[in-house]
């Protein structure tokens, strides 16, 4: 009797860490290479989308997720101004009339059509040529830092879906600050 309680203690231990595994996280950057006189990076993100998210999705409902990377002195103090201060904005959607998934990035309007729900994702957490910084406004002698972050946009969702998703934890996806070193 005692071992089936056991068991059942410890799943139900486990099972709030299988759920916190779910959201998103931004990988360390693939490349950051000098085009131009900018610094262009690539990343990958691993949108780790709850079952409810999934869901709007798979009945039309847009998602936003937004972007925003900065560059920064290291050990510069949070009052001090980012030397970059960059937001990108991307949207997936489901067209339920055509069966196809739509990744866009609203800022040039790039839009790419997938036929299955996971090529889309995949294709949406493939970031490329990402423009940080003008090479001129880095010091050759200095330190600096990358961050990146991303979160799903609630005030993109439309009005009725809002007050469920601002109460929902399902709904409440956004990455920890990745950092990494920035060279000049």
Not at 8 to 16: I, K, N, Y
Request: with cysteine; charged share 25%.
């Amino acid at each position: 009797m005692k071992r089936p309680a056991v068991i059942a203690l410890l799943v139900l231990c486990l099972l709030p860490t299988v759920q916190a595994q779910q959201g998103l996280v931004v990988s360390r950057p693939q490349e950051t290479v000098v085009q131009d006189d900018t610094f262009l990076l690539d990343l990958e993100i691993d949108y780790g989308f709850s079952d409810t998210v999934l869901e709007a999705l798979d009945n039309g409902v847009p998602l936003t997720l937004v972007v925003t990377a900065q560059v920064r002195r290291k050990g510069a103090w949070i009052w001090v101004e980012n030397l970059a201060d960059l937001r990108r904005i991307y949207l997936i959607r489901y067209q339920p009339l055509s069966e196809i998934y739509q990744v866009a990035s609203l800022p040039d309007g790039e839009r790419r059509s997938f036929v299955s729900r996971s090529a889309a994702i995949a294709a949406l957490g493939e970031i490329r040529d990402l423009p940080l910084v003008k090479l001129d406004r880095l010091e050759a002698d200095e330190e600096y830092l990358v961050r990146v972050k991303v979160e799903l946009d609630i005030e993109a969702l439309p009005l009725p879906l809002r007050p469920t998703a601002y109460l929902s934890r399902d709904w409440k996806l956004s990455s920890d600050w990745s950092e990494w070193p920035l060279e000049p």
